[in-house]
């Protein structure tokens, strides 16, 4: 990638007006303040090392982090995906409008990819598109797939991932949280607990669920679930502990993020060759698990 026109004090000033949800270097001293800092870990996650010739699409890109990674790693070309207007998500009935506008302001109409494109002299497309909306028709089809942190936020996952696979020809990366309670409890059985109250936060289950999840949308498994833990960015305060924290669920994935990192797993998949075809644009109607070393 190549330089930028812009210069350091006035990227510093750019930087500094936005909320970042990714923690980026761009340029020297220019760091942006993300909620999560996914450059510790970027060698953790299973996409190859080299994507040389690879068309890639990385699916609710926000800030464009693995967007740029795939770039950064030779792919010929890549598409990024983002649902820009949070009106747009999967809010639960009765969501609290400061909640909106909270995530709102984060999400900043992308403002934070464009200056990040720009600074970092991508050629990253950028669409606007929900992953509901994906079609090979219109987007074409992809060697390399990257997904990650969005099924928790989706009220129908299956759903989506089989949207994924009407676009994805070759290989499937996805990334996602994962409730570290039912992670120890429920190794092989798939698990998981809805929310879905307020706030677009739906399903958080174990490895084992994440891969079921990917089964059921018609991908079989290549490798088996890695965890892996994201470290709080520059723009997350970490949660000292203190008396009563850990009795809410909230205040037990609070303390985990600030003492060991946002708790993930990855599975890589493929299309199944057998699978159902997707009717539509629109998303349907509403494994053992082995963890190893990144």
Wanted: overall charge negative; aromatic content about 8%; proline content about 9%.
């Amino acid at each position: 990638m190549g330089g930028t026109d812009t210069s350091a004090a006035t990227l510093a000033v750019e930087v500094e007006g936005l909320e970042w949800y990714h923690t980026l270097e761009l340029a020297p001293d220019v760091i942006t303040p993300g909620w999560l800092d996914t450059r510790k870990i970027a060698h953790q996650v299973p996409l190859p090392a080299s994507l040389s010739g690879k068309r890639c699409l990385d699916v609710a890109t926000f800030n464009g982090f693995w967007a740029f990674e795939m770039e950064r790693r030779g792919a010929a070309e890549v598409v990024g995906i983002d649902v820009l207007d949070p009106a747009r998500w999967d809010w639960p009935a009765g969501s609290d409008p400061e909640t909106i506008a909270t995530l709102a302001a984060r999400q900043a109409g992308g403002r934070g990819f464009e200056i990040a494109s720009r600074a970092l002299g991508s050629a990253v497309e950028r669409l606007e598109r929900s992953v509901y909306d994906l079609d090979p028709d219109d987007i074409g089809t992809f060697d390399v797939v990257y997904l990650g942190s969005l099924l928790v936020h989706l009220r129908d996952p299956v759903g989506a991932l089989e949207c994924v696979r009407s676009v994805c020809s070759g290989t499937l990366v996805v990334v996602d949280g994962v409730d570290p309670l039912l992670s120890l409890l429920f190794r092989r059985l798939p698990v998981a607990t809805l929310d879905g109250i307020g706030r677009p936060w739906w399903w958080y289950g174990n490895p084992a669920n994440l891969v079921q999840i990917v089964r059921a949308a018609g991908f079989d498994v290549v490798e088996p679930p890695r965890r892996l833990y994201i470290p709080p960015g520059p723009g997350q305060q970490t949660v000292p502990l203190r008396p009563g924290l850990l009795r809410t669920r909230g205040g037990q994935m609070a303390f985990m993020v600030s003492w060991k990192g946002d708790p993930h797993a990855s599975v890589v998949a493929r299309p199944r060759a057998l699978a159902a075809p997707v009717l539509g644009k629109q998303a349907p109607p509403s494994d053992d698990f082995r963890a190893r070393p990144a």
